[in-house]
C-alpha cells in the first residue's frame, strides 16, 4: 500500500510554488521532470493493480500517460530552441522531486499539476507577443493541454 503525503518533505515552499519555478527552468529540465513525474505515477499504478485496485490504477496510467505526452511536446521544443537547454542541470533533485510529488495526497499532486499548467500558461502569453517564439508557444499549449488532461485524469480518483 502506498502511503500519500501532505506536503514534500524537506522542502519549504508549497508545491504551487515549487511548481511555478519548475515550469520556468529550461526545456531539459522540465521535459525531465515531466518524464520522472510520469514515470513515477506509471509506477504506483503498477503497485495498485497488483493489489486489485483496478479503477485507481486505471486512472493513474491514464495520468502518466498524459504527462508523457507533455514531456514529448516539451521535448520537441528543445529541439527547436536548444540554447534554452545549455543553463543549470539539476536532473538529480528533480528525480527526486519527482518521487517525492507523486506521493503527496492525489488532490496535492492534482494541484502542483495544474500550477506546472499555469507557469506554462504565463510562458505562452509571454511568448506569443514575439512572433520568433511562435513556435515555442505552440509547443508550450501543447504541454499544457496535456498537463489539463493529466489533471483531469487524477481528479476523478
Avoid at 110 to 127: A, T, V
Amino acid at each position: 500500500m502506498i502511503i500519500h503525503q501532505k506536503t514534500i518533505e524537506g522542502i519549504s515552499v508549497s508545491p504551487e510554488s515549487l511548481a511555478k519555478t519548475i515550469s520556468y527552468s529550461n526545456y531539459d529540465n522540465l521535459s525531465f521532470f515531466i518524464e520522472e513525474l510520469s514515470e513515477e505515477l506509471r509506477k504506483q499504478g503498477d503497485k495498485e493493480c497488483l493489489e486489485g485496485k483496478n479503477k485507481l490504477s486505471l486512472k493513474l496510467y491514464e495520468t502518466s500517460e498524459k504527462l508523457y505526452r507533455a514531456y514529448v511536446d516539451i521535448k520537441e521544443l528543445s529541439k527547436i530552441n536548444p540554447l534554452e537547454n545549455s543553463v543549470w542541470d539539476m536532473k538529480p533533485s528533480l528525480k527526486d522531486l519527482a518521487f517525492k510529488i507523486s506521493h503527496l495526497n492525489y488532490d496535492q499532486t492534482d494541484r502542483f499539476i495544474q500550477s506546472l499548467k499555469k507557469g506554462l500558461n504565463e510562458q505562452i502569453n509571454f511568448n506569443s507577443k514575439d512572433k520568433k517564439y511562435k513556435k515555442a508557444s505552440y509547443y508550450f499549449y501543447l504541454t499544457s493541454l496535456n498537463l489539463n488532461e493529466a489533471h483531469l485524469a487524477l481528479n476523478e480518483i
